[in-house]
């Protein structure tokens, strides 16, 4: 049976989520939506999509939908995941699920009130570099892992030689007047693969700071994240000059361990030096292509909505995540450690 979805939001993003949607087998995107009815159109054509509509509600009252997938910009979310789980529709939602912890935990809320599966995409989990990272870890070639650090530095943040057609003041312009922009729009995304490495954290202490005048929120942040064992250093910049985006869309660092070191970044991606192997790279699909991460997620959804098998981005997982990248603006206001909440379970 095909899985039937609708698509909610055609902007950039959709193009490589429609992508993914047609290597998924059997699931097929009958339908999208977009309040600019004209750039629903333009998608729609673009992928052969049949049928498109001004709204969500609208789509979901003509279509005998399977799913939804929200591509829309974080401050939308909480209104479409609310609405959807109340026609009873499984979400795959776009990462940041909100910007505040309470819209999240209303979000989830409803979705168990009505019954309904909330996956979050957040695809970077999915990247056969992290994947590879995982497995050595787990592995012990590195013996127990006591430090971390993520780097990411681009100067998207401003027209640049290196950048002249930047996503984020071309492609993605909402971002521009988005008062929480790096940690929940970037660096999110090195905060879930350390939790999806290292287990779930305790406290987080950040520094973040504005320095393109042409945004409104954070292109420079530091996150120092404790887990029960170690901590993580995660370091993140849109506005640092003479940087050239590397081929892989992961980071530079490294993860320290007991008996060796996992380096990230350069040609390979990642080396291993370790006192049981010596120096070597691990075997891992090399291909360095963000959508194919959105494949492997959507592929992922779709299984566990035949299986029942519990997603691996479902919402009290995903939480986790959020928690830290949203404490993580309270302790840069504060200038404090901030904890790690964790959800309640009456809205779990």
Known sequence: MTIKIGLVGCGFISR?????????PDAEVVAVSDVDLARARERAAEFDVPRVYGSLQEMLQAEALDAIDVLTPPPGHKEIVLIAAVYGKPILCQKPLALELSDAEEMIAACHRHGVRLMVNENTRWDPLV???RSEIAGGTIGTPFYARFDSRYPIAWPTTEYPNSFLLNKHRFLTNQTRLIISEKMIHFIDVARFLFGDAETVYAQTQNVSPLLRGDDLATLVIKFPQMFIVVESSW????????????VSGAIEGTEGT???GGQRGVTVVSDQRGTYV?????DPQEEETFYRAQAHFVECLRTGAPFETGPEDNYK???IALKAYESAASNQVVAIPRLDAGGS
């Open 282 to 286: 691990p075997a891992f699909d090399p």
């Open 262 to 264: 996992i380096f990230l």
């Open 239 to 250: 506005c640092s000059k003479g940087y050239i985006r590397p081929s892989r869309r992961f």
């Open 321 to 323: 995540t959020l928690a």
């Open 16 to 24: 490589s989520h429609l992508r993914g949607w047609r290597r998924v």
């Open 131 to 133: 994947q590879a990272l």
